[in-house]
């Protein structure tokens, strides 16, 4: 079972950026042959897909909706993943979460998701 816990939300003006962070753990656990990725839950929907990661080999999978604001990436040394989020926006205030599976395939669901952290809220608002 991976341990997740993410960071580096908070507050922003529209038009800002913000960089999440997820770390897995315990420290040195090979996260080989995960899918990492990130979801959003906004009050009164449903969780939503952001971005996902495979992380042998790196190859990474981003909402359409979100393409070109949002960017998936992973430092291996540090079992660490990001989300950079720029031109934010009232309609990404959420709560964000870290989520991982086995498996090679970057599911958009929520349910194969087997471990997931706490989540780091998100506020968007001028």
């Known amino acids: 079972q991976v341990q997740l816990l993410e960071s580096g939300g908070g507050s922003v003006q529209p038009g800002g950026s913000l960089r999440l962070s997820c770390v897995g753990s315990?420290?040195?656990?090979?996260?080989?042959?995960?899918?990492l990725a990130w979801f959003r839950q906004a009050p009164g929907k449903e969780r939503e897909f952001v971005a996902g990661?495979?992380?042998?080999?790196?190859?990474?999978t981003v909402s359409d909706s979100l393409k070109g604001r949002f960017t998936i990436s992973r430092n291996s040394a540090e079992n660490t993943i990001y989300l950079q989020m720029n031109s934010l926006n009232p309609e990404d205030t959420a709560l964000y979460y870290c989520?991982?599976?086995?498996?090679?395939?970057?599911?958009?669901?929520?349910?194969?998701?087997?471990?997931w952290g706490p989540g780091t809220q998100v506020t968007v608002s001028s």
């Open positions: 315990p420290s040195g656990y090979t996260l080989s042959g995960y899918i």
């Open positions: 989520a991982a599976k086995r498996g090679v395939a970057i599911l958009t669901t929520s349910s194969p998701y087997s471990d």
């Open positions: 990661i495979r992380w042998t080999g790196g190859s990474t």
